[in-house]
């Protein structure tokens, strides 16, 4: 029987290498993401090249009937579920006493009630199946470094965190791993919304590897946790940033 996994936020960036990354390792892959129509066609091709298969289904995780939504049309085409990669995430970029009230309410409810209404949905399936499972949490490290600027983010990434904590502790029964992964800055299309080439070079230079991470490298922590070799690893948050958070 093939394996399953979800990966939420997946047309790009951290979720796309993650997706594709759990294709490599053998699982097929539900994809969701923002865009209306159109598959994303890299993620795809990439997931099929693999030779796993893939399907994608436009769903905002903010809003609760369309993951519902997702999560029946995945079981009716992919039969299980095994692995949930809650990827999506919303940050907008405003100091405290500019920040309106709605902005904070989208980036919670993307980045914070997304991870819930996926997560609770994927530890109900798995509890139906009865074979375990794994989940995962891209969290950041500004979950635990305030980086100005980030107010909702930053409080949403540190919610997810415990909140993953907690689920560790009631799945465990269930053979259901939950865990975090914080990654640092990684050059992703998102960050390049932000940053220009030059200044990814040259900001990179200052962390400690001299780079920025590239998402397979978040992908391959991802493969980590959720495999044979991690069966021992649950509740635990997972710093994947090339030492940023460290002194220098
Ligand atoms: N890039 C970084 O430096 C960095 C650092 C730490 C943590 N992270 C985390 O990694 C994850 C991925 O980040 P990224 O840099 O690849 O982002 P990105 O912006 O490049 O890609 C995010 C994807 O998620 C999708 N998405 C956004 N809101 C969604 C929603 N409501 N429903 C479904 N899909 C949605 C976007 O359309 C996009 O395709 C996020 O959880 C982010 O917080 C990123």
Known sequence: MTPVAMVTGAARGIGQATAVALARQGFDVAICDLQPTAEPPDTIRSIGEAGR??????????DRAQVEAFFTETIARLGRLDVLVNNAALNIRKPLVELEVEDVARVWAVSQWGVFHCSQLAARQMIRQGEGGSIVVISSVHAEQPYARSTSYNGAKAAVNQMARTWAVELAPHRIRVNAIEPGWTDTPGERTFYSEDQIREEGKKLPLGRLARPDEIAAAVCF??????????????????GIVLPR
């Open 53 to 62: 298969q893939a399907w994608y289904r436009q769903c905002d995780v903010a």
């Open 225 to 242: 946790l959720v495999s044979e070799q991690a069966a021992y690893i649950t509740g635990s948050i997972l710093r994947v940033d090339g």
